[in-house]
């Protein structure tokens, strides 16, 4: 029997958990994705996030920054009537509002994963942890990135939301060691 993190409970979560969560992320567009998708998790569990993130693709112009700060009041109201998203009109508006900070930074930096990785000194940082409960909610790296991503003007970016940020595009391996992915992604 395959030993997996103990928040793998579904086919849909055991299906992310095997193949993306934790594997290092450097393309700007879909770390970009992750950003959005994670302060859209806010409040909410991953599954549903999950569960929504072929209509968020849709909706979103498959996460293309450019096209999502042309985004105006019209489009703010066509989202918040797609039932397949989540419709909260802040998190909307947040996401219009980060795609025109990662244009800035992108533009700054050369690349938002030049910038990004910068938080773990561009290299995945792997903890050892035993079991999923003493997996902290955020980290130092994750309190200065979302200090300096407030600064920059993004929003949906707390610590928590940093950290969550930082596990799915790779930067922490907190596969729980005993899990068969936790050396694969060291690996990756």
């Known amino acids: 029997m395959v030993k997996r993190c103990e928040w793998a409970t579904d086919s849909l979560l055991k299906k992310y958990h095997d193949t993306e969560w934790?594997?290092?992320?450097?393309?700007?567009?879909?770390?970009?994705e992750f950003l959005?998708?994670?302060?859209?998790?806010a409040g909410l569990s991953w599954s549903i996030i999950l569960k929504k993130r072929d209509a968020y693709r849709n909706a979103f112009d498959l996460f293309n920054p450019k096209k999502i700060t042309l985004y105006t009041r019209t489009d703010v109201r066509r989202l918040l009537k797609n039932k397949g998203i989540v419709r909260n009109q802040k998190k909307i508006e947040s996401a219009i509002n980060n795609a025109k900070c990662f244009l800035k930074v992108k533009a700054e930096f050369g690349s938002f994963d030049k910038y990004i990785w910068g938080f773990v000194k561009h290299k995945t940082i792997t903890n050892k942890y035993r079991c999923w409960k003493d997996i902290p909610p955020y980290s130092d790296e994750s309190n200065n990135m979302s200090k300096d991503l407030k600064k920059r003007g993004f929003s949906f970016v707390g610590p928590t939301i940093c950290y969550a940020f930082m596990q799915s595009?790779?930067?922490?391996?907190?596969h729980i060691v005993s899990c068969f992915r936790y050396n694969q992604v060291g690996k990756s």
């Open 36 to 41: 959005i998708l994670d302060g859209a998790q």
């Open 22 to 32: 934790g594997v290092p992320l450097h393309k700007d567009r879909k770390l970009f």
């Open 169 to 174: 595009a790779g930067m922490v391996n907190d």
